[in-house]
């Protein structure tokens, strides 16, 4: 059976995208000298990147306990699986071909098909998640070793220094993000099967909405990684021909 979908983590999800395409388009626009924006310094805008990808990688940690809850389905979390390692394929290849000296090596898609693997050792935890999510949290943030400096372990994260990459998501602290998200799914969705007697399941758990701007967000949120794929290219086209 297939995992019912509920509109408000495919809007959370929408918000995210819409947030995502505002900080990409800014960075265009910086990237063609329209703007002056130091995004790798700057409070403000590392803070809009932190909650973008927190937004994105707490949603993974709920999807994952919305979708293995009745039992891994195998084969489409392969296909899943290597959807998303396909698309971080090309954007390490894409990443390449317009900053050869800063391309994407361990980016977001790239850790979030490594998360999906290592989140079904810890599905069936509870507590579990949100203590060790706090630590890996912790961890990553505080935590240094020259030793995570070397190229081979920068996907780990731990570096006394950010590498030279247009999108760097390390599993520390980033994974911590991840098991904190699937502690809050299983918290927040706890009454998916309460019976009538038991009484009616939380109001936003079942909360529906036509309203246009929620419609686009559930949208924008169901082909998520769709948009996340075509949204650079697309914006690149557009503004080369009068920017570049």
């Known amino acids: 059976m297939s995992a019912p979908r509920y509109l408000v983590v495919d809007v959370l999800r929408g918000v995210a995208i819409v947030l995502m395409i505002v900080y990409h388009f800014t960075f265009d626009l910086n990237f063609f000298g329209v703007l002056s924006i130091d995004f790798y310094?700057?409070?403000?805008?590392?803070?809009?990147?932190?909650?973008?990808?927190?937004?994105?990688?707490?949603?993974?940690?709920?999807?994952?306990?919305?979708?293995?809850?009745?039992?891994?389905?195998?084969?489409?979390f392969l296909r899943r699986l290597g959807l998303i390692a396909g698309?971080?394929?090309?954007v390490s290849l894409g990443s390449y071909l317009i900053f050869p000296q800063s391309m994407i090596v361990f980016g977001i898609l790239h850790f979030i098909a490594v998360a999906s693997v290592l989140g079904l050792l810890m599905i069936r935890f509870y507590w579990a998640n949100l203590v060790l999510g706090v630590v890996l949290v912790a961890a990553g943030l505080w935590l240094q070793h020259p030793l995570f400096d070397h190229p081979a372990l920068h996907w780990i994260g731990l570096m006394t220094h950010k590498p030279v990459t247009e999108d760097y998501v390390p599993v520390l602290p980033w994974f911590g993000v991840v098991l904190l998200g699937l502690f809050l799914g299983k918290t927040l969705f706890r009454d998916l099967h309460r019976t009538s007697e038991e009484g009616p399941q939380p109001a936003w758990m079942r909360w529906h909405s036509d309203h246009p701007v929620v419609r686009a967000l559930a949208l924008g949120g169901r082909y998520s990684l769709l948009i996340y794929m075509v949204h650079q290219p697309l914006f690149f086209a557009l503004l080369w021909p009068i920017l570049g």
């Open 41 to 76: 310094r700057d409070p403000f805008w590392l803070g809009f990147r932190a909650l973008i990808v927190t937004l994105f990688l707490g949603l993974v940690g709920v999807s994952l306990h919305l979708g293995t809850r009745h039992g891994i389905h195998w084969r489409r």
């Open 87 to 90: 698309s971080a394929a090309l």
